[in-house]
């Protein structure tokens, strides 16, 4: 029996060969092919060739990353977390200063200046003149207006 | 896993971290790539912009670092300046005596080497198939392509690459 390629033709194997050697032909196609091998050597020996091609990738070993490269990609991305994190704090608080929200308003202060005077001499003793009594009061404080 | 069931960096580092390299570094053949390629992969993790299917970790990681790894190659194609060949005037060696036996012994880098100058569609299906060991059908889910296009590439692949270390 031949085999029967893409085109429904009888024709060489082609990629079927690689189905053939990987299982994934389908049990009709593989007696189909298996007989279509026995009588043509230029599909026999496209077939070693490809099967050689696999054996060697199959015994490829594995890789290892550098030394310390997950590490490293690990303290990144956590870097990166914990400023994007800032950034979005940052955010947060310039968003609130514009809104104008815990933003205290300022308003002058202005003491009633006499009644300070008036309860600071109250305090005082008897006898004692106004002005040296003031006297610790009267350091350089300027007061808004 | 994470509560979507999505691994975590930690996870994929610590349980497929050399598998994970492995495929990165057989689809791209150096490691500044594989190292690219892998950080990449663990974007695409994070961002979970992959519906990881509970079961199949591995196959999972090895269809968004083959399609990162295509999209990359893609991309680098449309910027004229990446419009090089990867291995201008490149010459394999001859192998003395040549018979079964000697080509049998081929050296890994060799191999690497060889699997370097395949296409990337072809390099994509030699790998998930010969190194990660996935049947046609998952390697045409994971591409988007019919299993018949898989098989077709694989073929390709291997053939290339057989004549590339004759």
Known sequence: MSFAGPSGLSDHLGDALSGLLDGELGTGREEAAMAHLAGCTRCAEELLAVR??????????????????YERVLLERNQLRR?????????????????GVGSPRQSPVSP???????????GASVGAD???????IAVPVSFGR | MAGSGVPTWEEVARDHGRFLYTVAYRLTGNHDDAQDLVQEV??????????YRPGSLEGWLSRITTNTFLDETRRRKRRPVDLLPEEPDRVMPPSPGADEAMAAEALPDDVQDALRSLPPEYR????????VGLSYQEIGDFLHVPVGTVRSRLHRGRALLREALA
């Open chain 1, 52 to 69: 050689q091609a696999r054996t060697w990738v199959r015994a490829l070993p594995p890789v290892d990353a550098p030394f310390g490269f």
């Open chain 1, 83 to 99: 400023r994007a994190a800032l950034v979005a704090v940052g955010a947060a608080a310039a968003a609130v200063t514009v809104l």
């Open chain 1, 112 to 122: 009633a200046v006499p009644r300070l005077v008036e309860a600071h001499a109250g």
């Open chain 1, 130 to 136: 106004l002005l040296t009594k003031l006297a610790p």
């Open chain 2, 42 to 51: 663990l974007l695409r993790v994070r961002r979970g912009l992959e519906t």
């Open chain 2, 124 to 131: 994509s299906a030699v790998v998930l198939c010969d190194v």
